[in-house]
């Protein structure tokens, strides 16, 4: 049946797992668990130099550690709508980005990175780039190979999130026309990750609250395409004790160490008690905090900051 409800851990394979991918991992599949739904575990593996087969494997390793179980997906392509990795995928998102050219709403783009860097305000601090639709109108450039980028419209995306609530962002002013296809061949996250979602049946896209602006660009791709939305369910962001967001840098909160120090029950009992699902931070399975499950404490913050005694 395609209208059940199914959630989705989609990793990027670039280095193992810590505490923020476990903490979405869990949390998207607590919700979809504690409703009777479906979770799909995809590998976007779209960046060749960054992806590597063995931390795809180590993810696997790791969510089967931590208790949870996928009902479709992963490296084994279980399931009718795979392959499940995005590298194996090319032919759907080149289908798709045909369709929006034949549309009109796509151009090329021979503008480098640094060309676009030097139109940008010069203060603006939040590290956002608004393309300036500098190609919107050229037609071609003999030397260079484009870009693929698709127009958006000076208008507001409002859409409720499940847990971050009512937002509403203008395109042209956030970003500006976005990018399809990067000149060197490469597929864009955008593209890859609408069409994924629904090719596999996704209704609920569950992740961290960073992607707040990616959901309005996913919403204006999924117009353009005619396919409908999935819910998005945008989660607090985990900081570390010195409350900058969680990297591959917090080695000390990767996969690798804690699974030295912690059995699986610690490290979900910890994560639920992060999250407000549970009073104290006890050991618990991954399955028994399904009953206990709800977005509502998920709402009360857009930061979790971490204490060093927690870990
Ligand atoms: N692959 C993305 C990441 O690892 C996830 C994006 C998404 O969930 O839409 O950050």
Same mark, same amino acid.
């Given at each position: 049946?395609?209208?059940?409800?199914?959630?989705?851990?989609?990793?990027?394979?670039?280095?193992?797992?810590?505490?923020?991918?476990?903490?979405?991992?869990?949390?998207?599949?607590?919700?979809?668990?504690?409703?009777?739904?479906?979770?799909?575990?995809?590998?976007?593996?779209?960046?060749?130099?960054?992806?590597?087969?063995?931390?795809?494997?180590? !993810?696997?390793?790791?969510?089967?550690?931590?208790?949870?179980?996928?009902?479709?997906?992963?490296?084994?392509?279980?399931?009718?709508?795979?392959?499940?990795?995005?590298?194996?995928?090319?032919?759907?998102?080149?289908?798709?980005?045909?369709?929006?050219?034949?549309?009109?709403?796509?151009?090329?783009?021979?503008? @480098?990175?640094?060309? !676009?860097?030097? $139109?940008?305000?010069?203060?603006?601090?939040?590290?956002?780039?608004?393309?300036?639709? $500098?190609?919107?109108?050229?037609?071609?450039?003999?030397?260079?190979?484009?870009?693929?980028?698709?127009?958006? @419209?000076?208008?507001?995306?409002?859409?409720?999130?499940?847990?971050?609530?009512?937002?509403?962002?203008?395109?042209?002013?956030?970003?500006?026309?976005?990018? =399809?296809?990067?000149?060197?061949?490469?597929?864009?996250?955008?593209?890859?990750?609408?069409?994924?979602?629904?090719?596999?049946?996704?209704?609920?896209?569950?992740?961290?609250?960073?992607?707040?602006?990616?959901?309005?660009?996913?919403?204006?791709?999924?117009?353009? =395409?005619?396919?409908?939305?999935? $819910?998005?369910?945008?989660?607090? =962001?985990?900081?570390?004790?010195?409350?900058?967001?969680?990297?591959?840098?917090?080695?000390?909160?990767?996969?690798?160490?804690?699974?030295? !120090?912690?059995?699986?029950?610690?490290?979900?009992?910890?994560?639920?008690?992060?999250?407000?699902?549970?009073? $104290?931070?006890?050991?618990?399975?991954?399955?028994?905090?399904?009953?206990?499950?709800?977005?509502?404490? =998920?709402? @009360? @913050?857009?930061?979790?900051?971490?204490?060093?005694?927690?870990?």
């Amino acid at each position: 049946m395609r209208n059940e409800l199914k959630g989705r851990f989609a990793p990027s394979p670039s280095g193992r797992m810590h505490l923020g991918n476990i903490f979405t991992a869990l949390m998207s599949w607590l919700s979809v668990k504690s409703r009777g739904g479906k979770w799909l575990l995809r590998i976007e593996d779209l960046d060749p130099q960054r992806s590597k087969y063995e931390y795809a494997r180590l !993810i696997e390793d790791d969510l089967r550690w931590l208790g949870l179980d996928w009902d479709e997906g992963g490296l084994d392509n279980i399931g009718p709508d795979g392959p499940y990795s995005q590298s194996q995928r090319g032919n759907l998102y080149a289908e798709a980005l045909d369709r929006l050219i034949a549309s009109g709403d796509t151009f090329p783009c021979y503008c @480098t990175r640094a060309e !676009i860097m030097a $139109t940008q305000a010069p203060h603006q601090s939040d590290g956002r780039v608004v393309y300036p639709g $500098t190609c919107r109108n050229l037609i071609s450039h003999p030397d260079r190979k484009p870009s693929i980028r698709l127009k958006v @419209t000076d208008e507001q995306i409002a859409f409720t999130d499940l847990i971050a609530g009512h937002h509403s962002y203008n395109l042209a002013r956030e970003c500006g026309d976005f990018i =399809l296809k990067r000149a060197d061949g490469a597929w864009a996250y955008q593209l890859a990750v609408v069409v994924d979602d629904a090719a596999m049946g996704v209704t609920e896209v569950m992740r961290g609250n960073d992607l707040l602006l990616s959901a309005a660009q996913q919403i204006w791709l999924y117009r353009r =395409l005619g396919l409908s939305a999935p $819910t998005f369910a945008h989660l607090p =962001l985990i900081c570390n004790s010195a409350g900058q967001r969680l990297s591959k840098r917090d080695a000390s909160l990767s996969m690798e160490a804690l699974r030295k !120090i912690h059995s699986p029950e610690s490290l979900v009992g910890l994560t639920a008690h992060l999250a407000g699902l549970t009073a $104290t931070p006890d050991p618990i399975p991954a399955k028994d905090l399904i009953p206990l499950f709800s977005h509502q404490p =998920l709402k @009360t @913050t857009h930061l979790i900051q971490l204490s060093a005694k927690l870990l």
